[in-house]
């Protein structure tokens, strides 16, 4: 059975287990990977950060009341988030990094900034 370059498609000559013809073509393969991994992190990044940025400039002191109107218009994606925090009371708060929100009964949104110390060690 005949082998072939995961890259370029030629036959490979050589080891049993060799999968490319050459370092080249083994570069160019793994590039490509790594590349194609890249641009949907980057996309799902760019996502997170425009949700931060948004819920930021709305909430300049810490706390604030806002339509959930006014978060879609300007452009804030629901659908993204890093990470939920349940209160001891029930309330779901939703956070892109440090800015999260809380969806309130009429159609309005609570918007915090979550102060927590980060130490380094």
Same mark, same amino acid.
């Given at each position: 059975?005949?082998?072939?370059?995961?890259?370029?498609?030629?036959?490979?000559?050589?080891?049993?287990? %060799? +999968?490319?013809?050459?370092?080249?073509?083994?570069? /160019?393969? =793994?590039?490509?990977? *790594?590349?194609?991994?890249?641009?949907?992190?980057?996309?799902?990044?760019?996502?997170? %950060? +425009?949700?931060?940025?948004?819920?930021?400039?709305? /909430?300049? =002191?810490?706390?604030? *009341?806002?339509?959930?109107?006014?978060?879609?218009?300007?452009?804030?994606?629901?659908?993204?988030?890093?990470?939920?925090?349940?209160?001891?009371?029930?309330?779901?708060?939703?956070?892109?990094?440090?800015?999260?929100?809380?969806?309130?009964?009429?159609?309005?949104?609570?918007?915090?900034?979550?102060?927590?110390?980060?130490?380094?060690?």
């Amino acid at each position: 059975m005949e082998r072939l370059c995961l890259d370029c498609g030629t036959a490979v000559k050589g080891r049993a287990d %060799k +999968k490319f013809c050459d370092d080249s073509c083994r570069n /160019n393969y =793994n590039n490509r990977i *790594k590349t194609e991994d890249s641009l949907v992190l980057r996309r799902i990044n760019s996502i997170l %950060k +425009k949700n931060r940025n948004i819920l930021a400039q709305f /909430n300049p =002191n810490g706390k604030a *009341k806002i339509s959930r109107k006014k978060l879609i218009s300007a452009g804030f994606n629901f659908d993204y988030h890093t990470y939920y925090y349940e209160t001891q009371n029930g309330n779901c708060y939703i956070f892109c990094y440090e800015y999260g929100y809380l969806v309130l009964n009429d159609d309005r949104v609570l918007v915090v900034k979550r102060e927590e110390k980060l130490w380094l060690s």
